[in-house]
């Protein structure tokens, strides 16, 4: 049998990226990015220019489209592979990004009468808007004692799936009457390539982002009512759909597809999943113990299991919701390459940009070597790192980010330096959370871009939480554990592999070089992650809402 591929395709927050890699050993032959045309949109709706209120994040699926009909053809063409050798594709995406479509599985927003409606668009998994309702859900979860709170860390967060139909129900009813179906995106654009007859959704998806269980299914009729009426059966219509298992072949490439995507007709498309999911194996991640970071605009944070634990503030255990015959742990971090990009962007004054240029260097790259030269402690910053909410442990997108420490003779690099540990210090809390509630860390792994452009992050990281780090060989991990979803998609009878546990153990890699700890930083970090802890208790667990009042003030002064 001649060589055989797959493609994987990984939807970012700003870009999506398509990968053709050799079954046989994981190597990545090929591979390109398309930016998405319209990127998140958080101000104004593309065309109409309707303005958006504060906390929204949505995005075009058109975008999404261009991936597929762009990226893919450039990666068959740059390697030179025969399209007939390539068996099948998967992919991940962000999540809970979420759009309604109707009958025809059209995305609402196309429909000119409905483009107008901010809620017709696809939601993208950072719109924070739908707070109100998951404050609702986690109240009315409570009191009634519905046993799925524990296995989402007690709360149901504002960025998933019911949250964001019940902001939709409750201020654009007439958007959520002509749904037929609310769908993950990435259920859409495979449902896209396969033709939309049957619409399947991935059982990670569903699991994580819309309280879904492998054996009790959604929760009650009843709960739903208690929501609101209007929602009782909202599980049997519009979130209607089979759940089936990561690695499922979802269906085959149409012919339309295919001829726009330069691939042949047929190829196995596999059920859609969660780049932060499809990086475990992308890692080579396949027992428990080790917990695999997906770092880039936020951290997920991602742990196999044998037993179901409670963990504060996790973001879920999901049965086979990783790989199968495990339970999957998620936790994460809703910003941490967008906090350095805000640092970069809104903070740092001009001569650092200058200098930067001078050097022929970025902005990060300058600050990351002039923040190198610091010490553990020797900034005398503390930050909290909630630029974009907490989303674990806490679960509370109401927070805000904090600078500790200022003085006039502060220096950019200390700052963005302060910004690094504080998210190192959020990953801490995490990985403190799953170890001593039972859920093993023994070492670390990471992936995405983060770990190929700061060395210093890394050291810090492993300097915080006193455990070794490997890096991904890949420099597109997600798309690497995509494409092995797409190869057992394919099966071992056409060249791919029978699970999931055989495709990583042939195709996953990590480096050589790891980060280890240093004994004198882990010292000096420990006594930082203290006073990070009880800043992080004081205006994160209420002893003083000050965040809250802010945010208060401030919606009040804008209306
Ligand atoms: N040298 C750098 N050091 C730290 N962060 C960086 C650096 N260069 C870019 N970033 C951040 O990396 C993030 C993008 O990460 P990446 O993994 O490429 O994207 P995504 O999360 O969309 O998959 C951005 O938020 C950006 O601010
Ligand atoms: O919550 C998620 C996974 O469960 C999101 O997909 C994730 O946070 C977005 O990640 P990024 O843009 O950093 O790839």
Not at 58 to 74: F, G, M
Not at 460 to 475: C, G, L, M, W
Not at 513 to 530: G, S
Request: hydrophobic share 40%; with cysteine.
């Amino acid at each position: 049998m001649s060589k055989k591929y797959a493609i994987g395709v990984d939807y970012g927050t700003e870009s999506g990226r398509a990968v053709l890699v050799d079954l046989s050993d994981g190597t990545e032959v090929a591979d390109h990015v398309t930016p998405y045309p319209h990127n998140v949109i958080d101000e104004k709706l593309p065309i109409s220019g309707i303005k958006l209120e504060y906390d929204w994040a949505l995005q075009h699926p058109q975008d999404y489209l261009e991936v597929l009909t762009r990226s893919v053809p450039a990666v068959v063409q740059a390697s030179g592979v025969d399209p007939a050798d390539i068996i099948g594709l998967g992919i991940d995406f962000t999540a809970c990004t979420m759009l309604p479509v109707d009958a025809q599985g059209q995305p609402l927003c196309f429909n000119p009468e409905l483009t107008n409606n901010p809620h017709s668009w696809v939601k993208l998994w950072k719109h924070h808007a739908a707070q109100d309702e998951a404050n609702l859900i986690n109240e009315i979860a409570e009191r009634r004692g519905e046993d799925f709170l524990p296995r989402y860390g007690g709360k149901i967060s504002s960025e998933w799936m019911i949250a964001k139909v019940w902001q939709i129900l409750n201020e654009a009813p007439d958007i959520y009457e002509q749904t037929d179906r609310f769908l993950e995106a990435t259920d859409w654009v495979v449902s896209q390539m396969t033709g939309t007859a049957e619409i399947v959704r991935n059982s990670c998806t569903a699991g994580y982002k819309a309280i879904w269980h492998k054996k009790k299914g959604y929760p009650s009729d009843e709960f739903f009512k208690a929501l609101d009426p209007r929602l009782e059966n909202v599980t049997q219509t519009k979130l209607r759909g089979e759940v089936v298992a990561l690695g499922t072949k979802a269906g085959e490439l149409t012919e339309s597809m295919a001829a726009l995507m330069g691939l042949q007709p047929g190829i196995a498309i596999a059920v859609g999943n969660v780049d932060a999911h499809a990086a475990v194996p992308g890692v080579g991640v396949v027992t428990p113990g080790k917990l695999v970071m997906a770092m880039g605009t936020s951290i997920c944070h991602m742990l196999l299991g044998t037993e179901e634990r409670e963990v504060e503030g996790m973001c879920g255990v999901v049965e086979d919701g990783i790989i199968p015959g495990y339970l999957g742990y998620e936790a994460g971090q809703s910003a941490v390459g967008d906090i350095f990009a805000w640092y970069v962007e809104q903070g740092v004054p001009a001569y650092v940009q200058a200098a930067a240029e001078q050097e022929g260097t970025n902005v990060h790259e300058w600050l990351e070597r002039h923040a190198s030269a610091y010490k553990p402690g020797e900034t005398g910053l503390l930050a909290l790192d909630w630029w974009n909410g907490n989303r674990s442990v806490l679960v509370d997108t109401e927070l805000n980010g904090l600078i500790l420490g200022y003085s006039l003779l502060t220096k950019p690099e200390e700052v963005y330096r302060s910004l690094l540990e504080a998210t190192a210090y959020g990953t801490r809390k995490i990985v403190d959370a799953f170890h001593n509630n039972g859920v093993e860390v023994q070492e670390l792994y990471a992936c995405g871009g983060l770990p190929q452009k700061n060395r210093l992050l890394m050291q810090i990281y492993a300097d915080v939480t006193n455990r070794e780090i490997k890096v991904a060989d890949s420099k597109q991990t997600p798309a690497l554990g995509a494409a092995m979803f797409g190869a057992v998609a394919a099966g071992a009878a056409k060249g791919g592999y029978d699970n999931i546990v055989d495709a990583a153990q042939k195709m996953a890699r990590v480096r050589k070089d790891t980060f280890k700890p240093i004994p004198e930083n882990v010292a000096v970090y420990e006594r930082l992650y203290q006073e990070y802890s009880k800043l992080h208790d004081y205006f994160g667990r209420g002893e003083n809402d000050v965040m809250k009042r802010l945010r208060a003030i401030r919606e009040e002064a804008r209306h």
